[in-house]
């Protein structure tokens, strides 16, 4: 059984920073590109970045140059750092597979102030 457990989110004013942790279980994680997401109210949810099994990553426009992901295979976790944070990242944050979607856990919510 898959799980992915999100954490690390909370309040921060804009300019600050926060790292996001997921914590995978029930995969091979070293084998699998994995990807963090978010939804923020009224939005679909969107990629935000990935990383390959092989360390290689993608960011999309929006915060390339302010987010880095990152992973851990010993300890089957991805994270990611976010700095100079603006209130548009507002959003719950997810982390899932990125080919073939699992469960999604219950996020971790972001919230930037300005």
């Known amino acids: 059984q898959v799980q992915l457990v999100e954490s690390g989110g909370g309040l921060v004013q804009a300019g600050g920073s926060l790292r996001l942790s997921c914590a995978a279980s029930g995969i091979i994680f070293s084998l699998e590109r994995m990807g963090w997401y978010r939804q923020a109210p009224g939005k679909q949810r969107e990629l935000v970045a990935d990383i390959t099994s092989g360390g290689s990553t993608n960011y999309a426009y929006s915060v390339k140059g302010r987010f880095t992901i990152s992973r851990d295979n010993a300890k089957n976790t991805i994270y990611l750092q976010m700095n100079m944070l603006k209130p548009e990242d507002t959003a719950v944050y997810y982390c899932?597979?990125?080919?073939?979607?699992?469960?999604w856990g219950q996020g971790t919510q972001v919230t930037v102030s300005s």
């Open positions: 899932n597979l990125f080919y073939v979607k699992r469960p």
